[in-house]
């Protein structure tokens, strides 16, 4: 295994001296503005910046990689956490930095699990046939919480989103029909493979309708493309934080 710390070519670095580098330089090497980058220095995010006896800032390749790595950290995994990740990794050294990648990979891991399973659940139960509605065929909040497993609290929510609005008159407690408690099931499965509200709310009036599934799939399928584009900046991130630790500047 290679040892980090190698002296890398300097062709790596799209500048004219890897230890030289400007603000502007690493801006435009990266694709970030200068006040980007020095808000970056501010967070935490890069090594330590040298400056000349003039007070200007200078750069070097490890400044460069962390800025690429952070980039594509944020877009796999938040811009928060990238820069916990970052500061991490100066303060406690690569084994840290290790250990945030594999839980970084281990949470896309498992909501693409949990995508396949809502997928299965909603195509299941966008499927069912509803029948003929009788009034004992309803169930009260308690019973769907139960059912559910879910807080009363959680369905109550839903309630004020409009996600899953059950029949009520006034001053009566909320009865859930099947088509709610099958909305409700629905809502369930895609809150655990890590559907917003918000986007929730635009894809329940469809499974009401003619063509619910052919909408819920193409969400979902929308989803699914959003993980292959975290994991595909994951393995960037990867790159360019191989690269940073061989500069040594990350413990």
């Known amino acids: 295994m290679e040892s980090y710390g190698e002296k890398w070519p300097e062709s790596v670095i799209p500048s004219r ?5 400007r603000t502007a330089d690493i801006a435009r090497a990266t694709g970030y ?3 980007q980058i020095r808000n970056l220095e501010r967070d935490g995010v890069l090594p330590r910046v040298s400056r000349t006896p003039g007070g200007y800032r200078m750069y070097g390749e490890a400044h460069l990689w962390a800025v690429r790595a952070y980039r594509a950290l944020a877009a796999g995994t938040g811009p928060v956490e990238a820069k916990r990740i970052l500061r991490e990794a100066r303060e406690q050294g690569p084994s840290r930095l290790f250990a945030l990648l594999d839980r970084a990979h281990a949470d896309v891991d498992r909501e693409r699990r949990d995508l396949a399973f809502a997928r299965e659940a909603a195509r299941a139960i966008a499927g069912e046939p509803l029948g003929d509605i009788r009034p004992d065929d309803a ?5 769907l919480s139960r059912a559910l497993g879910v807080r009363p609290s959680t369905l109550r929510h839903w309630d ?12 009566a407690s909320r009865r859930y029909l099947p088509d709610d408690v099958r909305i409700a099931r629905l809502v369930h499965q895609l809150r655990l493979a890590g559907y917003g509200i918000s986007a929730l709310r635009e894809l329940i009036p469809w499974l009401r309708g003619a063509h619910g599934w ?3 799939g193409r969400a979902l399928a929308a989803r699914d493309s959003g993980l292959d584009a975290r994991s595909a900046a994951l393995f960037e991130a990867g790159a360019a934080l191989h690269m940073l630790l061989r500069t040594r500047e990350y413990g």
Do not use: F, K, T, Y
Request: glycine content about 10%; proline content about 4%.
């Open 160 to 171: 004020a989103e409009g996600l899953v609005v059950p029949q009520r008159a006034e001053g």
């Open 17 to 21: 001296n890897s230890a030289g580098l």
């Open 139 to 143: 169930m009260s909040i308690s019973e």
């Open 214 to 216: 052919d909408e819920i």
């Open 33 to 35: 503005s200068v006040q």
